[in-house]
């Protein structure tokens, strides 16, 4: 059967409907429309008229076959953000023609083919998965002309992305980076999500300028981290091409051991002087770029540039804009020099209960923080995702 994938922009709950038949006769496919279809079997179709009068079968922009195409191919099941593989395409006719309504996304349909034509009808249909909520791939096809669309991945959560691109084989991994490209931010949160095996893979048939404008978008702290497992013949050239504030930021970090203070910390943080009032912190804060959870301790530093203290933005948010910011301070916040190893940093972190670890120079002044997801992708084993949730189910 032949349909076409892409349903109206704004379609939220849509079926494709499937425009015809593909009929071997004499080794030659030849196309019988839709509405020549008077019935479908999972072994048989019959047709209105004789296969020998049909016109020769051409494929056309935008349509799939979803036997050769589809069947026995990944789909990603928004529901859950998984892989799973379309065992069986479930079709019916309604009012307006014939239409794809699923995936069968069991092992029943497997067994079914396997068994002779006599014992097929013994195997019931196994779970069938609404067409809405599962999402092709369709790279693979010449004349598709579509890619799976950038309004469904973007409710996932980059993590998940991230899941599903591990999961899928090279070429599904790159449509779901395709995809999620549209977006330069979501692109870069779900390359930090990756594990860096997946990031060198994918990395690599990017050019240096598309490579540079990733690491721009992501975390100084991520981007360092992938440029140091870079060939020393690829990262300089990249490196180079970044914008020149993020470069001093990153060749600053690379200066650092990656498993001290200095090679964890992000040098994106919010500060303010101890003479801004709360409605100045909060004020910073909005225009920060930072990410939310590096956002979320405001960093008070006294006339001198010094660390003075820190305050959390929900005592902020709770304090009277207009007093003194000094009023919401904690003072003497722990803190850690550039060169302490991660014992250093968990112990630190762990003693005083601490999710945002400011780290300092010789002179108290602030270099970069730490925030506890920084310390857990470190201490966590390598390919821990994998190891621990597999998102493929075939």
Partial sequence: MIAKLAGPPSATSWHPGVSGLVVSVDGEDRFAHAHQVVSLGADCARLSVEPAGLGPFERRPGEVLLGRDLRARHVIHLEGARLVRANEIELARTSTGWQVLGVDTSSKPV??????????????????????????????????RLQ???????????????????????????????????????????????????????????????????????APDDAVDLLTEMDQDRRLPILAKVAAPVQAKLRKLLSYNPETAGGLMNPDFVAVPSTATVQD?????????????????????????RLAGTVLLVELLRADPGRDVT?????????????????????????????????????????GQITVDDVLELLLPSGWRRQYGMVAHD
């Fill in 327 to 367: 009023a919401a301070l904690k003072p003497g916040p722990a803190s850690l020099p550039p060169d302490a190893d991660i014992h250093e940093v968990v112990r630190t972190m762990t003693d005083y209960n601490l999710a945002v670890a400011p780290v300092v120079d010789d002179d108290g002044r602030m270099l």
């Fill in 148 to 218: 799976i669309p950038f309004r469904k991945l973007r409710r996932l959560h980059p993590a998940k992305l991230a899941d599903l691109v591990e999961a899928a084989s090279h070429e599904e991994g790159e449509e779901i980076i395709r995809a999620v490209g549209e977006d330069r931010e979501l692109e870069a949160d779900v390359f930090e999500e990756l594990d860096m095996e997946h990031q060198l893979e994918f990395l690599r048939g990017r050019s240096d300028e598309e490579a540079a404008r990733l690491l721009s978008a992501m």
């Fill in 281 to 305: 912190a909060l004020d910073a804060v909005r225009m920060s770029t930072s990410p939310p959870e590096a956002a979320g301790v405001v960093f008070v530093t006294g006339e001198d540039g």
């Fill in 111 to 144: 067994l079914r083919r396997a068994l002779p034509r006599r014992l097929r009808q013994r195997v019931r249909p196994g779970r069938v998965v609404d067409w809405t909520d599962v999402e092709p791939f369709v790279a693979h096809v010449p004349t598709a």
